[in-house]
């Protein structure tokens, strides 16, 4: 490009100096940009270099808010000799929408606009402050990427300018490298936030996650793993799977079923929940959940195990089989004792009831003979029937199905050798099965302090609401109890675990028992 009469040729109205000064905005615009893809950072430094080298006074850079649909100023710039700070400062709080101001119509139409005399644009919300700081004219680009527009730069001076085709068509270029800069740093961030999002997740999931290459070696071991299997991560990654966390007696197993994968596509765990056993960095061996997933990527395949310690789940399911089995056997044995009881006792007098009353009846032409069996009889019957009831008593209290908690315990702390303190019971029903089950636990408690603590007090508090019953006996006596020997205790704790509810005993030596129930009753 040619000079003619101090001139650039080609453009009449641009000067030697300002060409020079667009050149100059151009390499310094393109330095910024090849030292440094971070886009955010570099606004204020761009619009540094795009002022300064231009000569102008003030610059602002807007970008488009997906939140409210307006342009709003993410930077400012200005000169040493610009001293007014208002403008700058309406401008950072102001918010644009399309076609309104300068920014907003380069916005609307994604082409360079530029103003001569700000005093004289209608279309310009902060002409009076611009006024006030001393600024005369202003033009604007678009900030643009191939696909979409991101914002616009405005740039302002203290002297009147005419437009200059040449300098809005430089900085057009200009906005368009500064799109695709913002563009790819978004771009880049987004990866980056996503890529942080996931090393978050993988650090706080509770499940161990195990990612394998090809070879079986552990390429992430996240911090659940590192927990549960005792290894750290850098020990981890690089080392076999199976050397490092598979059993011996299992580990052909799994290099088998890798290999037959990788040759043939066949598989037998991918996507399937398993349950197997792991091992610890001590060698201890322990049940576990496995799923795998094969990560759909492209290059050499790579496999995810999430990987669950079940130790308390198998335990909680044992205990669970065992409480089930002791139900069972103490339901066997209660109707055996019930027919023992029966034998021995109720079916024993009426044996002798019959006999007295066949005996009576032959004695019946001797009136005399005969009135002593038939007393002796009604005396055996009148037992029997006491007898009966006790029985009925100890399978169920009439009591208990006629009127609820509340006399029922009344009935047992009336019986109890111990003296009882009642606290306040329950004045509405709740569910039988609930019933019964408070009503025996607290029958339990009180033979237990009669026969083993030597208590001199229990006390009995019950609290029925919302939708749970909650159960507490206390005695003073020597404590000691263990769950895990009586019986009784076991079967309180197997009653109450079957409708769901929670069971403890705390029997300290020396302080006493308390047994504590508590019983969902929605």
Same mark, same amino acid.
């Given at each position: 490009?040619?000079?003619?009469?101090?001139?650039?040729?080609?453009?009449?109205?641009?000067?030697?100096?300002?060409?020079?000064?667009?050149?100059?905005?151009?390499?310094?615009?393109?330095?910024?940009?090849?030292?440094?893809?971070?886009?955010?950072?570099?606004?204020?430094?761009?619009?540094?270099?795009?002022?300064?080298?231009?000569?102008?006074?003030?610059?602002?850079?807007?970008?488009?808010?997906?939140?409210?649909?307006?342009?709003?100023?993410?930077?400012?710039?200005?000169?040493?000799?610009?001293?007014?700070?208002?403008?700058?400062?309406?401008?950072?709080?102001?918010?644009?929408?399309?076609?309104?101001?300068?920014?907003?119509?380069?916005?609307?139409?994604?082409?360079?606009?530029?103003?001569?005399?700000?005093?004289?644009?209608?279309?310009?919300?902060?002409?009076?402050?611009?006024?006030?700081?001393?600024?005369?004219?202003?033009?604007?680009?678009?900030?643009?990427?191939?696909?979409?527009?991101?914002?616009?730069?405005?740039?302002?001076?203290?002297?009147?300018?005419?437009?200059?085709?040449?300098?809005?068509?430089?900085?057009?270029?200009?906005?368009?490298?500064?799109?695709?800069?913002?563009?790819?740093?978004?771009?880049?961030?987004?990866?980056?936030?996503?890529?942080?999002?996931?090393?978050?997740?993988?650090?706080?999931?509770?499940?161990?996650?195990?990612?394998?290459?090809?070879?079986?070696?552990?390429?992430?071991?996240?911090?659940?793993?590192?927990?549960?299997?005792?290894?750290?991560?850098?020990?981890?990654?690089?080392?076999?799977?199976?050397? %490092?966390?598979? !059993? +011996?007696?299992?580990? /052909?197993?799994? @290099?088998?079923?890798?290999? =037959?994968?990788? $040759?043939?596509? *066949?598989?037998?765990?991918?996507?399937?929940?398993?349950?197997?056993?792991?091992?610890?960095?001590?060698?201890?061996?322990?049940?576990?959940?496995?799923?795998?997933?094969?990560?759909? %990527?492209?290059? !050499? +395949?790579?496999?995810? /195990?999430?990987? @669950?310690?079940?130790?308390? =789940?198998?335990? $909680?399911?044992? *205990?669970?089989?065992?409480?089930?089995?002791?139900?069972?056997?103490?339901?066997?044995?209660?109707?055996?004792?019930?027919?023992?009881?029966?034998?021995?006792?109720?079916?024993?007098? %009426?044996?002798?009831?019959?006999?007295?009353?066949?005996?009576? @009846?032959?004695?019946?032409?001797?009136?005399?003979?005969?009135?002593?069996?038939?007393?002796?009889?009604?005396?055996?019957?009148?037992?029997?029937?006491?007898?009966?009831?006790?029985?009925?008593?100890?399978?169920?209290?009439?009591?208990?199905?006629?009127?609820?908690?509340?006399?029922?315990?009344?009935?047992?702390?009336?019986?109890?050798?111990?003296?009882?303190?009642?606290?306040?019971?329950?004045?509405?029903?709740?569910?039988?099965?609930?019933?019964?089950?408070?009503?025996?636990?607290?029958?339990?408690?009180?033979?237990?302090?009669?026969?083993?603590?030597?208590?001199?007090?229990?006390?009995?508090?019950?609290?029925?609401?919302?939708?749970?019953?909650?159960?507490?006996?206390?005695?003073?006596?020597?404590?000691?109890?263990?769950?895990?020997?009586?019986?009784?205790?076991?079967?309180?704790?197997?009653?109450?675990?079957?409708?769901?509810?929670?069971?403890?005993?705390?029997?300290?030596?020396?302080?006493?028992?308390?047994?504590?129930?508590?019983?969902?009753?929605?």
């Amino acid at each position: 490009m040619g000079y003619v009469c101090g001139t650039v040729s080609g453009d009449p109205m641009m000067t030697r100096g300002e060409y020079r000064a667009v050149v100059r905005a151009e390499l310094a615009v393109a330095q910024i940009l090849a030292a440094s893809a971070a886009g955010e950072s570099l606004y204020p430094r761009l619009l540094a270099a795009i002022g300064e080298s231009l000569g102008w006074d003030f610059g602002a850079w807007w970008e488009a808010s997906d939140e409210s649909g307006t342009l709003v100023c993410v930077e400012t710039w200005r000169s040493g000799s610009l001293q007014d700070g208002d403008f700058d400062t309406l401008t950072r709080r102001t918010a644009l929408a399309l076609g309104v101001g300068l920014p907003g119509r380069v916005w609307a139409t994604g082409a360079p606009a530029w103003i001569p005399d700000l005093r004289e644009d209608p279309n310009f919300p902060r002409g009076a402050a611009a006024a006030l700081a001393g600024l005369r004219s202003g033009f604007a680009f678009p900030v643009q990427s191939a696909r979409i527009a991101l914002g616009a730069i405005e740039m302002f001076c203290s002297r009147v300018h005419e437009p200059d085709e040449e300098l809005l068509e430089t900085m057009a270029i200009l906005g368009s490298q500064l799109g695709q800069l913002i563009e790819r740093g978004r771009a880049e961030r987004e990866v980056r936030e996503s890529n942080e999002r996931r090393r978050a997740i993988l650090e706080a999931a509770l499940d161990c996650v195990i990612t394998i290459d090809e070879r079986g070696r552990v390429v992430e071991f996240n911090p659940a793993a590192e927990r549960t299997f005792g290894y750290r991560s850098d020990e981890a990654i690089g080392t076999e799977m199976a050397e %490092l966390i598979v !059993p +011996p007696a299992l580990r /052909g197993r799994h @290099r088998a079923g890798l290999s =037959r994968l990788l $040759a043939t596509g *066949e598989h037998r765990i991918i996507d399937r929940r398993l349950e197997l056993t792991g091992m610890r960095s001590d060698g201890c061996e322990f049940p576990v959940e496995l799923t795998v997933t094969r990560i759909d %990527l492209p290059g !050499p +395949p790579l496999f995810t /195990g999430y990987v @669950r310690d079940i130790t308390e =789940r198998k335990r $909680a399911e044992a *205990e669970l089989r065992a409480s089930r089995a002791r139900i069972v056997d103490a339901g066997d044995e209660a109707r055996r004792r019930l027919e023992r009881d029966l034998h021995d006792g109720a079916q024993a007098r %009426l044996v002798n009831l019959g006999l007295a009353l066949r005996l009576a @009846r032959a004695k019946l032409e001797q009136p005399r003979e005969a009135g002593p069996l038939l007393d002796e009889a009604i005396e055996e019957l009148a037992q029997t029937t006491s007898e009966l009831r006790e029985f009925a008593r100890g399978i169920h209290p009439a009591v208990l199905t006629e009127g609820g908690l509340a006399p029922a315990l009344r009935a047992l702390a009336a019986r109890s050798r111990v003296p009882v303190q009642l606290g306040e019971l329950p004045q509405f029903r709740v569910p039988s099965s609930v019933e019964a089950t408070v009503y025996f636990l607290v029958a339990e408690a009180l033979t237990n302090a009669t026969r083993y603590s030597g208590a001199d007090r229990v006390e009995i508090n019950i609290d029925a609401a919302h939708q749970r019953v909650r159960v507490e006996v206390r005695d003073d006596g020597r404590g000691g109890a263990d769950p895990a020997v009586g019986s009784g205790l076991r079967g309180l704790a197997d009653r109450v675990a079957a409708l769901d509810g929670s069971f403890e005993v705390l029997s300290p030596t020396g302080v006493g028992t308390t047994l504590r129930a508590v019983i969902p009753s929605g």
